[in-house]
């Protein structure tokens, strides 16, 4: 019992989570590369959180370079990908269609060694399934609270900026209206000054 809790603590282990944050410029594809096994399983999930309107093209290619899995103009998404041959698998984020605006976009990359994780599943008692399962589920999770993340810095970075103008602004209006009172004091004791003649 404590060797398979042990093998399903080691299973989790191997679960690998990447975090990756990249800009891309108008008219920039950036592509990266995973090799896989056969019925090994990527998950990518992305959002873009800065720049236009927040929109992206993305792809998967499996190694015969064929389009798998194709998205055009999205915000975030999450795709998964069981592979049904080995090598390089490509995924890849495209700002070709913008002309003007950079796009920042942070994705995670979830590997999982889903064949042994499957037999694992099946050669178990019910609380390691049980085990395996809430394992998945943590995963799944902290896919979410890094979506959150990263929608919490745009909407903080929109908030701050937006502050800043509102305080600018105020100071124009503070100065605009310390100017006018003092060009008001100005003309009117210069209106109603008497002129002696000599």
């Given at each position: 019992m ?6 399903t ?12 944050t ?16 056969v019925?090994?399983k ?34 975030s ?17 495209s ?5 003007m605006?950079?796009k ?27 085990i ?15 979506y ?48 002696r003649?000599?």
């Open positions: 404590n060797r398979n809790l042990l093998f603590l080691l299973l989790l282990i191997l679960q690998n989570v990447y975090t990756m990249i800009e891309l410029k108008p008219g920039q594809v950036e592509c990266f590369y995973e090799d896989l096994e019925g090994e990527i998950t990518v999930s992305y959002q873009v959180g800065e720049g236009g309107n927040l929109d992206i093209d993305f792809w998967m290619q499996d190694p015969s370079n064929s389009i798998v899995i194709s998205t055009t103009r999205t915000t998404n999450s795709h998964s990908l069981q592979a049904n041959s080995e090598g390089k698998h490509t995924y890849c984020f700002n070709e269609f913008s002309t605006s950079s920042k976009v942070g994705f995670n990359i979830h590997e999982s060694l889903q064949k042994i994780h499957d037999s694992v599943k099946e050669n178990t008692d019910p609380l390691e399934k049980e395996a399962e809430l394992a998945e589920s943590i995963f799944a999770i902290k896919a979410q609270q890094e959150i993340v990263v929608r919490e810095r745009q909407h903080r970075d929109t908030a701050e900026s937006t502050n800043a103008r509102v305080k600018w602004w105020s100071i124009g209006q503070l100065g605009l209206l310390i100017s006018v009172c003092l060009w008001q004091i100005y003309y009117l004791t210069r209106f109603f000054e008497v002129k003649a000599v």
